[in-house]
């Protein structure tokens, strides 16, 4: 049982080791840039401001209703997460070493 518990881990850490050569996954394969352009436009575009602000206000409702303050928080948080995301994950995608 405790051998195959080692060769399971030392599976998934040759696994692991072979994910670097996916590096440039995000700066390839153009299939797809209409449908990314499209997507990180709606996000960071109007839509997305307005999305961030609705749950801010929507948060802000919920907050006075219960007296609570989490909502509104979850709002916030939501709103920052929606603008920064897109940014991060470009980042991360087109990043080289």
């Known amino acids: ?21 996916f590096a440039f996954a995000g700066t390839t394969g153009t299939e797809f840039l209409a449908l990314y352009t499209w997507i990180n436009g709606v996000v960071t575009g109007y839509l997305g401001r307005a999305i961030a602000m609705a749950s801010v206000a929507i948060g802000a409702l919920m907050s006075v209703a219960k ?7 979850v ?23």
């Open 75 to 97: 709002g916030i948080g939501f709103a920052i997460f929606l603008q920064y995301t897109p940014t991060i994950i470009t980042g991360i995608l087109t990043a080289t070493i």
């Open 1 to 21: 049982m405790k051998n195959k518990l080692i060769i399971s881990r030392i599976a998934l850490l040759c696994a692991m080791l072979g994910i670097p050569a």
């Open 67 to 73: 007296s609570n303050p989490i909502p509104i928080l």
